[in-house]
């Protein structure tokens, strides 16, 4: 029967050491801590990343809006500079461009850009020097 008692008891023991352990241990009290801190940052960022995205849609549809409101803006100067003003010549009228909605609102270019030059050059020049 001594044995018998000798079972129980280390059978009880090793139950109250196991609780003991589980709630007594300072590291894995700080694991759950940290997985709680965890879990709640990667809520944190994610909720962030869903306010950024509404927030650059929503910028976008602004920046939509105005480029519209700019080019009605510009039609209207266009239109009232020429009615109102039709002996300018079409050189000195600041709005002498019209913009439509296939326009991809940029003003026609009329000049090559300043890497091209007027003539030949250089090399390949059409005309020999002769000294």
Known sequence: MTWEYALIGLVVGIVIGAVAMRFGNRKLRQQQVLQNELEKSKNELEQYRQELVSHFAHSAELLDNMASDYRQLYQHMAKSSNNLLPDMPPQDNP?????????????????????????????????????
């Open 95 to 131: 709005f002498r461009y019209r913009l439509t909605e296939a326009d991809n609102d940029q003003a026609p270019v009329e000049f090559p850009p300043r890497d091209y030059s007027d003539g030949a050059s250089g090399l390949l020049r059409a005309e020999r020097r002769d000294k």
